[in-house]
């Protein structure tokens, strides 16, 4: 079974034991997601063991395990509907179409063919101008989120965009508050902590705060999950320290949870980390949040210089989004600006195949440091307080 082959969907599946999943609990199931590494964002792997690894490299051990974790989910639901079908109409339904990822691939025929198309874009990052760490810490540790979309689907499917969305911010929100608590920042700290706020601010009107991101949260796995993600938050430094865990602590009283269910997760990800430190990229950094900024930084360096001129032409013709980011250079934009220059840049983005990460989950995060760069792209009329480098 080849996962990077036309037809490996069908194939895996047919080698999938039906009892296998039945006879799995909900929370062991999450448990060896876990130690596969999937719930961290870097795939070490097979969940259960399914399937015999081999030589498949990272993306193809991502791309199994999502699918035989939708597969699990599926299982367990009451649903005449077949399994490819569901998780296509699943995509679709959570996909704005006016700017959606996958909209290109929705006109493939053939239901198998279409599903393996959109499970390799939902996790393949291109290489070229995209770091691995980069591609581990925010994207695929997002990935149990189009999980819990599709279990709440098949149980709910009416608004479940709605959901899928509300929820990507509660997390947010709730880890990104473990670093606000602290009570000393170090510079990436802050510079996270400014990246996560502007990028709130521009993907919102109404920002959920940590009390109604708490309210958020109220299923066996949405517990779980977050309780693991404000833990690789925490984790940022190599260590849990005392400010953390009462952070920690409190998240337990929120969330009316068990004690057992934190130890659990500190535990869990510290034996993940020190038995893969060799085997993760992103962890030979001296710290995860520096490498988080600095990784997103040089990403959308990248990005910018790569489609220069394709987006010059764009802005151009965009007067609005052009003046939003030549006054953004002088003052500080209000709300209302906000959510406009971020209308104008998705629907811009979405015409350039290579900003399509800004579509992903956790994508938005870099849209403040794109309007932070792109003005050095402009003519220096634009910008009456530049200063030109001196040669």
């Known amino acids: 079974?080849?996962?990077?082959?036309?037809?490996?969907?069908?194939?895996?599946?047919?080698?999938?034991?039906?009892?296998?999943?039945?006879?799995?609990?909900?929370?062991?199931?999450?448990?060896?997601?876990?130690?596969?590494?999937?719930?961290?964002?870097?795939?070490?792997?097979i969940v259960l063991n399914i399937?015999?690894?081999?030589?498949?490299?990272?993306?193809?051990?991502?791309?199994?395990?999502?699918?035989?974790?939708?597969?699990?989910?599926?299982?367990?639901?009451?649903?005449?509907?077949?399994?490819?079908d569901s998780l296509i109409r699943y995509y679709k339904t959570i996909s704005d179409q006016k700017r959606s990822f996958f909209e290109d691939l929705f006109s493939d025929k053939s239901p198998d063919s279409l599903l393996e198309k959109i499970i390799h874009k939902r996790i393949h990052i291109d290489d070229n101008f995209i770091s691995k760490s980069f591609n581990y810490f925010l994207i695929n540790a997002l990935l149990f989120v189009d999980v819990l979309g599709y279990q709440r689907f098949l149980k709910e499917p009416h608004a479940i965009r709605s959901y899928v969305t509300r929820l990507e911010f509660a997390l947010e929100t709730i880890v990104f508050s473990v670093i606000e608590n602290k009570s000393e920042k170090s510079e990436y700290d802050n510079n996270l902590i400014r990246l996560f706020e502007s990028s709130i601010r521009h993907k919102n009107a109404e920002v959920l705060n940590y009390k109604d991101a708490i309210a958020s949260i109220y299923t066996?796995?949405?517990?779980?999950?977050?309780?693991d993600l404000v833990c690789m938050a925490s984790w940022t430094d190599k260590v849990i320290d005392d400010e953390e865990q009462a952070f920690l602590k409190q998240l337990k009283a929120d969330l009316n949870i068990d004690a057992s269910i934190?130890?659990?997760?500190?535990?869990?990800?510290?034996?993940?980390?020190d038995e893969h430190k060799h085997?993760?990229?992103?962890?030979?950094?001296?710290?995860?949040?520096?490498?988080?900024?600095?990784?997103?930084?040089?990403?959308?360096?990248?990005?910018?210089?790569?489609?220069?001129?394709?987006?010059?032409k764009e802005l151009s013709e965009s007067k609005e989004a052009l003046y939003l980011l030549t006054q953004s250079t002088q003052r500080n934009l209000t709300d209302e600006e906000q959510k406009k220059i971020q209308t104008q840049l998705m629907d811009i983005f979405k015409s350039i195949p290579s900003l399509a990460i800004f579509m992903l989950p956790g994508g938005m995060l870099l849209l403040p440091l794109f309007i932070k760069f792109i003005p050095k792209l402009l003519p220096s009329a634009f910008d009456d307080n530049r200063i030109e480098d001196k040669p």
């Open 279 to 312: 085997e993760v990229a992103f962890l030979s950094s001296k710290n995860l949040a520096q490498s988080f900024y600095d990784n997103s930084t040089k990403v959308v360096a990248k990005l910018i210089h790569r489609n220069s001129k394709r987006l010059i």
């Open 220 to 227: 066996p796995l949405e517990k779980l999950y977050v309780v």
């Open 1 to 45: 079974m080849n996962p990077s082959a036309n037809g490996w969907i069908k194939k895996l599946l047919n080698e999938v034991s039906e009892t296998m999943y039945s006879e799995t609990e909900d929370k062991v199931f999450y448990g060896d997601l876990k130690q596969a590494g999937f719930i961290y964002g870097s795939n070490i792997k």
């Open 51 to 84: 399937v015999k690894p081999f030589d498949l490299s990272e993306e193809e051990r991502c791309k199994i395990n999502l699918l035989l974790t939708f597969y699990f989910v599926y299982s367990k639901a009451q649903t005449d509907e077949g399994f490819t």
């Open 262 to 273: 934190i130890l659990k997760s500190i535990t869990d990800i510290n034996l993940f980390y």
